[in-house]
């Protein structure tokens, strides 16, 4: 049973709807969110044979899942009114915002005891705020982003960082595990987006840094196929040069060797290592690579790379050809 | 049979040379720089039965392999004039201009046809214009800097990056092998220094990115041990992440478990990300990360960690205890 | 009269307030947040003759004010009840929050056309926010933070950047120009502290750059007096080279002769280009130096700089002569 | 009479051709370089009445000096053969130690007690072996880079930053004054390359910081004008927003009015930098914003802003309008 956070709640008589929630299997499941990730992500929801009720602010968003089965309902109010397990899938904090606290909001009519979890990618300082303010509602907010993509997302193969009060971890697996193939438990609320923008902060400087070194490396002689090599198996190594090589030619099967199309947006990774330096400010954590990253992101926006998978970095930097 | 570059000194009647020196094993071979690497690289050729002919510029440097069987000369020219293959490891490009370019230096006394292979880590520049000083007066140089540091030297594990003729690789790969572990042909003079570099800047870039992200998202509450685990699983795995982790406790037998002591210090990355720039300098290519890594380790040797590990940029970011 | 966002309180048949405010001199003003800078400038206030109603969150921040014949409520909305004039000097956006729109808080009992001045520098969102809620309440404001620091507080010798409606400038005006030398008017809300973080992201880069360039000239040979006089006839001027130099003994009476003592701190500093970052962020606008800049500072705190003045980055630079 | 480094030639005999040369007046002077720069500087020289003995490695570069009444050579030894005072203005450092130490270079011919003055911005290093070398052919070396550019070049207005011998100066800077409105004496030899370099990095810096913080104000809402007038009535003043202000309509006259047409191309801010960094490395001083200042002008080059004024950073971190 949980302590601490969930104590006052249960004083309140929830105990009951809590074990009704994490015993019964295939009662519905909210989803607000049908955007290019929430979409197949609550249709896998669907294929484990859960029934789900559903809200997105654009109408055609929710087309094909209506199709599908699920109900649709007119606010995310509505969803959690009939669902004791919510989860959402929104674009930014701003978004998360609203729909948990905002006039229609999740939290306007959240069941007791219900389970909120948050898919988006929002700024850990967010989450901890509105799992505060559902815990004031009587019920459950855990955050739980996602890496992979939308391919990860149609084949149920999403990686889940998810933080929150541990004991509400297998519930929350339940659901999470019809979508994706790893469902990682990292600590206490905020944690999973910790982990998230972490990541992707790492993998943004890894990957700039990969385009400068075999930039570099090209520039100075080296065949470029023979440097990935070197480098892959010395300490230069990184996934940004053994699974994701920026240079076009170097592997297959990468967006590098698709013109960059594809893959994870220029300006969705600008967007995480925002979240990334709004972490490092609050926290007073210098981050001086990753700060330089994200401005180089936000420059490559302004110039014109925004659709561009983020491995485009390495055409960015590289001397244009007909100048 | 060598081409091109080689050409003009066979024409010159050194086709007897040249068979002498790659046909015949275990003639003589010169050692110039007698250091912390090259003490121990010398030692394992001697093990290999080659017999060597060295010299350094301070005397007490050549006790100990004098004691081991060596013949120790006066100067590099002599060295030259005793074996014609000979092999370099100096701490900078001064030096190595000097050791091959001085009044008493390799190329006053160089046999025609001999070899010559630079293990020290210098500007590809350098390397290029001492492979042309060395063409002039009869001899084939090579660039053939290593990785793997001081334990490696003395294991006979380190790898070697060769730039130069390829149809010298064999020849070069008979004396590397026994110091090395790894003999990687990088295509033409000055390409073994530039897979060095770019190696090394990218590793400089990966360290500084996990010390940053490691901090940050301990400082959002995730455990070390599991952050480090979930990178590792994801896009945001490197070389020092998953090898070399900065944080200490979070693996053994790696320098940030040892208070920083051994491995490859701050000093050394410092100079080589030093190099690196010089080398993007001189062919305009943009490196903002490579660029940024070398001020943080130049302002950490300012601050009193130049002995350290180049794991210790962790200390360095993270917040000061007793403030 | 005003037209737009105060059409609606007008129509509402505040006119007559409004009137009161502008026309009446002398009547009560509010001020809360007593501290370094609050103090002072509530003090100046009293000079010129304005009743002050004051609160501070610490008691013993009142004595003072108490002392020189202010009054002393018991919460920022007891403030409002008894003066439509109230200025805020608050050291963070969280506080401002708290300070309008808490229980407590301002808009609780505000007057209906008061006048609310924020000389707080906070995210110019923040400011926005507080503008619309005040609207809603009833109320105007403005906000309006200071350059010039305790020295210029005391002596009334503050610059104020007002952002806000332009109709109520001149009533701002009449109370900012007893507490400073300069009262510039730049825009709508926000854009006073927008002028704010613009200039000290600007003057830390100027800084910094100042410190970098100083310590390569002395280490390349040049005298220091000698190389700011070069500087400053040139274009490399900037007021951090001719007005606030960095290295000790270039220039007299300020913080680099005097040890780095006094001045504005690096703390503070590293505050505002956090503001300066997060609204970069916000409005997806690249700032590679300000963002390293943000960086340096923040290291700087990390490292034991934090009361020091933001000029000690050129102690920071330096090599220690004791390693 | 010279002390030190002088003091060898004059034990030598050369007392009387030193007294010749500082004395006597409009006597031939020589000059290396006549591109763009060295051009009009060399006219200024013969509308004071000095005969000029030219060479450029391009002949067509010395036609309308040729038109204007000088002889042209041969060579830079036969320019040195011929005059005993020299000028040089070369593109880059490899240039001038081609000019001074090549096959056919000054110093095979030098005279002795010649006097020597390179107004080519190289590295300071360079500068220090050229003198060095000179000194050995009995001949004094001083450096005397330029600010100022073409225009100042034509109108006798540049400021040279001369490094060398203190008792040479007088001599050198009779010929200086007929090119320049200021001629500073800097120090040893190679600090006059030194101050030139300390300057334009932080003008680098200044003008990034400026286009920065003048991008960031506008998304903020400010009026450009606006904010260029709070920045330079405040701390955040500095040469380049006061008088070379990036942003198109804020100032008249400027290259940002002008389409960044004319000025101080981008293509040899990134060369400066390049020097500055090399300085920087060579003597282990950290320079972060410089660094990045650097990086940041050598991308431009790669993105096709080589031939704009360095201004048109603004234009390159601002969002491009038809995305």
Not at 144 to 169: D, I, K
Not at 228 to 237: E, F, H
């Amino acid at each position: 049973m949980s302590r601490g956070v969930l104590s006052s709640y249960c004083k309140q008589g929830s105990f009951a709807m809590v074990c009704s929630r994490t015993m019964a299997s295939k009662t519905a499941v909210g989803f607000v969110g049908l955007g290019n990730m929430g979409n197949p992500m609550a249709k896998n929801l669907l294929k484990h044979g859960y029934p789900i009720v559903a809200f997105d602010v654009f109408p055609e968003a929710c087309k094909e899942i209506l199709d599908s089965g699920a109900q649709i309902t007119d606010s995310p109010a509505d969803v959690a009114e009939r669902a004791d397990r919510v989860i959402t899938m929104l674009p930014s904090s701003p978004n998360a915002i609203e729909v948990y606290t905002g006039a229609n909001g999740i939290l306007k009519k959240v069941k007791k005891g219900s389970l909120l979890i948050d898919s988006s990618t929002i700024d850990p300082a967010i989450s901890k705020e509105l799992a505060r303010a559902s815990e004031k509602a009587g019920a459950v907010f855990m955050d739980a982003p996602v890496s992979g993509g939308v391919g990860a997302a149609r084949s149920g193969n999403l990686t889940f960082m998810v933080g929150g009060v541990e004991q509400e971890f297998d519930a929350a697996k339940e659901l999470l595990s019809c979508m994706g193939a790893n469902v990682v438990y990292c600590g206490e609320v905020g944690t999973g987006q910790a982990a998230k923008i972490c990541n992707n902060m790492l993998l943004a400087i890894g990957m700039i840094g990969t385009a400068e070194t075999m930039n570099l490396g090209i520039r100075l002689g080296l065949d470029p196929k023979l440097l990935a090599k070197i480098l892959n198996m010395s300490s230069g190594r990184c996934w940004s040069s053994d699974t994701y090589n920026p240079v076009p030619g170097v592997m297959e099967g990468v967006p590098s060797s698709n013109n960059y199309q594809g893959g994870f947006g220029t300006t969705l990774m600008a967007k995480d290592l925002g979240l990334a330096q709004d972490s490092a400010t609050n926290t007073k954590t210098p981050t001086p690579l990753g700060s330089l990253a994200h401005q180089i992101y936000r420059i490559m926006c302004a110039k014109g790379y925004s659709q561009k998978d983020f491995s485009a970095v390495f055409q960015f930097l590289r001397e244009e050809e007909n100048l």
